[in-house]
């Protein structure tokens, strides 16, 4: 059972981080220069990894405590290009008059917030179903 709750919990964990950098990617869709390089914003995405279970490690563990379940990887950033606007009365336009945008779309980020927002839900569904299993569970002792 607590391995589970353990393996639930690491989903929950992994899709607040990815709806925190879809809001993130949001929050910048409009900033033409990033402190770090003074070029436009860049998406950030994240990369999930599973934490594999191993027979043989549970078998040996002591403890009890499996490592299943879900973690975050990386946080990559997009290579897509960016957005060009012509505003030459914009500070940060070029010679021609033209401002680079990040390359964030808007619907993009929505759907993978989405997204994100309906797995955690599932996923703390998922959390208490284990919680009232094993509630029914140490009601049989009585």
Known sequence: MLSSLSIAGSALTAERYRMNVALQNLAN????????????????????????V????????????????????EVISSDRDF???YDP????ANEEGYVMYPN???AEEQVDLMAASRA????LTALNVIKSTALKALEIGK
Do not use: C, M, W
Not at 62 to 68: L, P
Not at 120 to 123: F, S
């Open 83 to 85: 957005i060009p606007v």
């Open 104 to 106: 964030v779309n808007r």
């Open 29 to 52: 869709i409009s900033t033409t220069r990033s402190a770090e390089d003074g070029e436009p914003y860049r998406r950030k995405q994240v990369v999930f990894e599973e934490r594999a």
């Open 54 to 73: 191993d027979f043989k490690k549970i078998l040996e563990n002591e403890q009890g405590k499996v490592n299943g379940g879900v973690r975050v990887a």
């Open 120 to 123: 955690y839900e599932a996923n």
């Open 89 to 92: 009365t914009h500070p940060d």
